[in-house]
């Protein structure tokens, strides 16, 4: 057996011991009685609380830990076999190698890749979610290919440069899908304010592009996107002539891109803001597919004015102005065990 595969498959058997031993009713009833003993005494250090942060997490019924997946995806079959892996794997001498900012990054992109999957945005291994690292170096995180949405942590991200060139392989041995990163590439060349790129294919989304009307303002949503932009499919993204028509499609300021008869792209200048208005994408092309169907066609249709929706006062609808923060961490929240919110995400140490 190669060394490598020898280390995971080691690796494997490590997780799963612990995994038995957490789940242990003898280990469960000997971790509370040390913990009431403790507290009895009137010790209460900070490494007690820890200890009943993870008490409670464990003593959780699994229901009630996860929401429900609004549309499934592997982590929710994962997660209703209790077969989570933390998103915020850096631990110890793991970490260090990244600086702090790194690390939070690293955390984010791992948590929207499980939003990904939950949401039921994934493709199996396909389709990417990037983020910017650092702007003078041009560095970027991305997923290694042959991982699964729902197996993304945060030391398992692979660090490129802009011609997709590895830099650092994280904790894993694979490689990155250099076709796929070349939509991510090109964007990142032409918009210096992007520091985040979503990529994703469902369904909805493929029957809205694959509309010679486009995307419809019929709903709240799709008005919140601002100027959506198209580009015709070409097949395989490999030239770099496309490349440039991609940067001239997009424009300097849209946020929104529909891969005409392909997917569904956006953009942010932080990972809230990416995930944001690929939310808001999502369910507005699922909200257009929805309404021609029972209406029977798009004259059946009340347009909404996007003139009169823009002269509204911005507190009624607020865009970009911390309302996408407030949304990735509600749903990053969420993610991190419902009922348990406070304690699991002290744990993970992602916000």
Known sequence: MAPDLRQDFNMMEQRKRVSMILQSPAFCDELESLIQDQMKKGKTPTSLLALQQIADFMT???????????????????????MVTPVNDLRGSDSIAYEKGEKL??????????????????????????????????RFLIVPFGLLYSEVTAS????????????DRGSTNLGVNQAGFTLHS???????????????????????????????????????????????????LVDDEERVLIQKNLGPKSKVMILRNHGLVSVGETVEEAFYYI?????????????????????????????????????LEPVGDGSDIALFRTFCKRLCFNGAVNSICSLFRIF
Not at 108 to 127: C, E, H, P, T, V
Request: glycine fraction near 8%.
């Open 60 to 82: 959780t019924s699994v229901p009630t830990m996860y929401p429900a997946a609004p549309q499934g995806g592997m982590a929710a079959l994962n997660m209703s076999l209790g």
């Open 105 to 138: 990054l690293r955390c984010k992109l791992a948590g929207f890749y499980r939003l990904a999957d939950l949401f039921g945005w994934s493709q199996l291994i396909y389709n990417h979610l990037t983020v910017r690292l650092n702007s003078e170096q041009e």
């Open 156 to 167: 398992s991200l692979v660090k490129i440069n802009l011609q997709g060139e590895i830099v």
């Open 186 to 236: 090109a964007i990142y060349a032409a918009r210096p304010d992007v520091k985040c790129i979503v990529h994703i294919h469902t369904a909805a989304g493929a029957a809205v592009s694959a509309m010679k009307c486009g995307l419809l303002p019929i709903s709240p949503e799709a008005l919140s996107l601002g100027e959506v932009s198209y580009h015709d499919y070409h097949g395989i």
């Open 279 to 315: 939310h808001n994408l999502v369910t507005a092309c699922e909200i257009q597919v929805r309404t021609l169907a029972s209406a029977g066609g798009p004259d059946n249709l009340i347009m909404l004015d996007p003139s009169k929706y823009k002269s509204r006062p911005r507190h």
